[in-house]
């Protein structure tokens, strides 16, 4: 019963390279969603995909791409990473959008990015 | 924009002792979360608030959705060691997408044996 799986879990990046992080969950969930978290900010929400085949936008979502490429797996992409982004990063998934219920989020258990 | 406020930023009590946590906004909002981060791992859901006023226990944890809708406490007795982690309150409005779920900055929780 894996729930939600990220990879990789840890990864080290120099100013400007790319990377995409993975996320899967194996719950049959319609959203899914990134948060990144910082130390004192507490979590915030990058980008979420209500259902398949929709994103929007979060809080924080300059410098970051994502894909819902089916219903179950959920990628987050930085293009051209920098400093400001070493972060963790967790994807999480809830049943569905809307009420009530769906504040019920299930988390990864998050991928550690550092750029240098 | 919406914010919640979430206090205390730390606790360090010793193990047997009640803890008390409580977020606050100035918005109002229809569902009240806390979750629980571990050391190294992501946030899992404690207790789920629905409707203003209600008050709902999970084993030793206690958490109440404010009469205003504005804010949230959550209590656990009688602490022990593994309760140590970060719990985060979450509130989020219907009618909206999932987007509209914000968290508390977190309250970090040490427990001394």
């Known amino acids: 019963n894996a729930g939600v799986t990220q990879t990789p879990k840890f990864q080290v990046l120099k100013t400007g390279q790319s990377m995409t992080l993975q996320c899967a969950q194996d719950?049959?969930?319609?959203?899914m969603y990134w948060y990144r978290q910082d130390p004192g900010m507490g979590l915030r929400l990058i980008y979420y995909?209500?259902?398949?085949?929709?994103?929007d936008k979060g809080e924080v979502p300059n410098g970051y791409n994502v894909s819902r490429l089916n219903k179950r797996e959920f990628s987050l992409r930085l293009e051209s990473a920098a400093p400001s982004q070493t972060s963790v990063y967790f994807c999480?998934?809830?049943?569905?959008?809307?009420?009530?219920?769906?504040?019920?989020?299930?988390f990864g258990e998050g991928s550690r990015l550092t750029v240098l | 924009g919406q914010q919640l406020n979430q206090s205390p930023q730390s606790m360090f009590i010793q193990e047997g002792e009640d803890v008390s946590m409580n977020c606050t906004s100035s918005?109002?909002?229809?569902?009240w979360l806390w979750y629980k981060q571990d050391p190294g791992e992501g946030p899992v859901l404690l207790i789920a608030?629905?409707?203003?006023?209600e008050l709902t226990s999970n084993g030793r944890l206690t958490a109440q959705f404010g009469i205003t809708r504005k804010d949230s406490f959550l209590n656990i007795s009688a602490s022990i060691p593994s309760d140590v982690g970060i719990y985060f309150c979450?509130?989020?409005?219907?009618?909206?997408?999932?987007?509209?779920?914000?968290f508390g900055k977190g309250t970090k929780l040490s427990v001394k044996p």
């Open positions: 918005s109002i909002f229809n569902t």
């Open positions: 719950m049959n969930h319609n959203s």
């Open positions: 995909s209500a259902s398949e085949g929709t994103t």
């Open positions: 979450a509130a989020q409005n219907y009618g909206g997408s999932q987007g509209n779920l914000i």
């Open positions: 999480a998934s809830s049943e569905r959008a809307g009420p009530p219920g769906t504040g019920e989020l299930f």
């Open positions: 608030l629905y409707k203003a006023g």
